[in-house]
Each structure stands twice: as structure tokens, then as C-alpha cells.
């Protein structure tokens, strides 16, 4: 198992680490971690690690038995499409949302925040693409206005996380994902609520055909 040293902020640099190495299946699903050995190899203490591990349990790259320690997330092609399907009808609605409501001021921060995606996506860091992709979520749901819409989301994002690792994890998923991100912008920016909506619902779907295998239909 490799797992990179980590520097200071050091609970941050823990979870990056081990979140890396899950992305990068040097950590195989269903494996389990073990305390002692991860603060050997990043050189932290055991209160930290569970702090990471906590952390990345969240995000749904862990998952933590009780009386157990951490063990990879295994998600199964079904629970994955079943995601995507609630994911295609929450986001599609909270784009649609965010067309009506928006204010100017949060279209631009959207469109900033979509840059910076872009970037994370040139760059070819996973663990940086997710981290913007959760900033500009952020936007998109503030926009949109529906706190319980948001709410319904924030459950569904650790599994989103390890599905969208394993989709820009892929061939030249990243480059065509950025794409597809600024057209939809685009629409919004023009306050398009039927063209943004079905552009992203074609992302969402190019995503689960990348992340499931080209045969996959939600």
C-alpha cells in the first residue's frame, strides 16, 4: 500500500493523502485501513487519522463499522446508477432553479467558480477537481434557493464523491466534463432554464456512462 507523507495542515494533508490513494486504487475497495500503519507512513498521530478517517467517511470514500476499523467504500454498479438517477433529478431541478432565481452576482460567482474547475480539470489533480467541484455545488444550490433541495443533496454527496473520483479518474473524461460544465453555464448566464437544464442532464449522464461503462443507461 502507498501512501504519500503528508506536511502540514496536517489533518487536510491526511485526508488528501488517503483520499488520493482510494482514487487512485492503491487503496482497493473493501480493504481496511489500519491506525498504526497510516500514522507511520504520514507520520501523524492516531487522533489524527481518525479525524481523516471521519472526514473521508463523510465524503463516503470510508465506511466505519462500529467496533471496526475504516474499511474502502464498495459501491456496487446498481447503487451507482440508482445515485446518478437521484442525482439527474436533484440537480436538474436545482439548475433550473438557479436560472430563476439567481441574482446577477451569483451568476458570475458561478462562472468564476466554473474557471476554477476548469483549471483543477487541466491540472489533472482529482482530489483538486472535487474539491472545486464542491465550491461551485455551493454556489449552484445557494442560487437555487430551496434549503430542503440543498439538504437532499448534502446526503446523497459522499457517494457522489467516490463516483465522480471514478468517473474523472478515467481517459479524457476531465477535458470533456469541463466542457460540458461551461455550455451549461453559458445557458445560464442567458437565463435558459429548458437549455441548461437538458445540458446538464446530458453531463450527468455522460458521467455515469463514463463511471458504469459505456452500456449504462439511467
Same mark, same amino acid.
Not at 43 to 51: A, F, G, K, L, P
Given at each position: 500500500?502507498?501512501?504519500?507523507?503528508?506536511? &502540514?495542515?496536517?489533518?487536510?494533508? +491526511?485526508?488528501? %493523502?488517503?483520499? $488520493? *490513494?482510494?482514487?487512485?486504487? /492503491?487503496?482497493?475497495? @473493501?480493504?481496511?485501513?489500519?491506525?498504526?500503519?497510516?500514522?507511520?507512513?504520514?507520520?501523524?498521530?492516531?487522533?489524527?487519522?481518525?479525524?481523516?478517517?471521519?472526514?473521508?467517511?463523510?465524503?463516503?470514500?470510508?465506511?466505519?463499522?462500529?467496533?471496526?476499523?475504516?474499511?474502502?467504500?464498495?459501491?456496487?454498479?446498481?447503487?451507482?446508477?440508482?445515485?446518478?438517477?437521484?442525482?439527474?433529478?436533484?440537480?436538474?431541478?436545482?439548475?433550473?432553479?438557479?436560472?430563476?432565481? &439567481?441574482?446577477?452576482?451569483?451568476? +458570475?460567482?458561478? %462562472?468564476?467558480? $466554473? *474557471?476554477?474547475?476548469?483549471? /483543477?480539470?487541466?491540472? @489533472?489533480?482529482?482530489?483538486?477537481?472535487?474539491?472545486?467541484?464542491?465550491?461551485?455545488?455551493?454556489?449552484?444550490?445557494?442560487?437555487?434557493?430551496?434549503?430542503?433541495?440543498?439538504?437532499?443533496?448534502?446526503?446523497?454527496?459522499?457517494?457522489?464523491?467516490?463516483?465522480?473520483?471514478?468517473?474523472?479518474?478515467?481517459?479524457?473524461?476531465?477535458?470533456?466534463?469541463?466542457?460540458?460544465?461551461?455550455?451549461?453555464?453559458?445557458?445560464?448566464?442567458?437565463?435558459?432554464?429548458?437549455? &441548461?437544464?437538458?445540458?446538464?442532464?446530458?453531463?450527468?449522464?455522460?458521467? $455515469?456512462?463514463?463511471?458504469?461503462?459505456?452500456?449504462?443507461?439511467?
Amino acid at each position: 500500500m502507498r501512501v504519500t507523507r503528508v506536511v &502540514a495542515p496536517v489533518r487536510a494533508q +491526511a485526508v488528501e %493523502a488517503i483520499r $488520493a *490513494d482510494i482514487i487512485s486504487g /492503491a487503496l482497493a475497495p @473493501g480493504q481496511r485501513l489500519v491506525e498504526r500503519e497510516l500514522c507511520e507512513q504520514l507520520d501523524v498521530s492516531r487522533n489524527t487519522i481518525r479525524e481523516a478517517c471521519r472526514q473521508l467517511e463523510a465524503e463516503g470514500f470510508l465506511v466505519i463499522p462500529p467496533h471496526k476499523g475504516p474499511t474502502v467504500a464498495r459501491l456496487t454498479d446498481e447503487e451507482a446508477r440508482a445515485v446518478y438517477e437521484v442525482r439527474e433529478a436533484l440537480e436538474c431541478f436545482a439548475v433550473r432553479l438557479f436560472v430563476e432565481r &439567481a441574482t446577477d452576482e451569483q451568476m +458570475a460567482e458561478l %462562472a468564476d467558480v $466554473a *474557471d476554477k474547475v476548469e483549471t /483543477a480539470h487541466e491540472h @489533472g489533480d482529482v482530489s483538486a477537481m472535487l474539491d472545486v467541484k464542491n465550491d461551485f455545488y455551493d454556489v449552484l444550490y445557494s442560487g437555487a434557493g430551496n434549503e430542503v433541495l440543498h439538504n437532499q443533496a448534502r446526503l446523497l454527496h459522499g457517494r457522489l464523491a467516490q463516483l465522480r473520483a471514478r468517473s474523472l479518474s478515467r481517459g479524457d473524461r476531465p477535458q470533456q466534463s469541463i466542457g460540458e460544465i461551461k455550455l451549461v453555464v453559458a445557458k445560464i448566464r442567458q437565463r435558459d432554464a429548458d437549455g &441548461a437544464s437538458s445540458l446538464w442532464r446530458e453531463h450527468i449522464r455522460n458521467a $455515469a456512462a463514463t463511471a458504469l461503462g459505456s452500456d449504462s443507461r439511467i
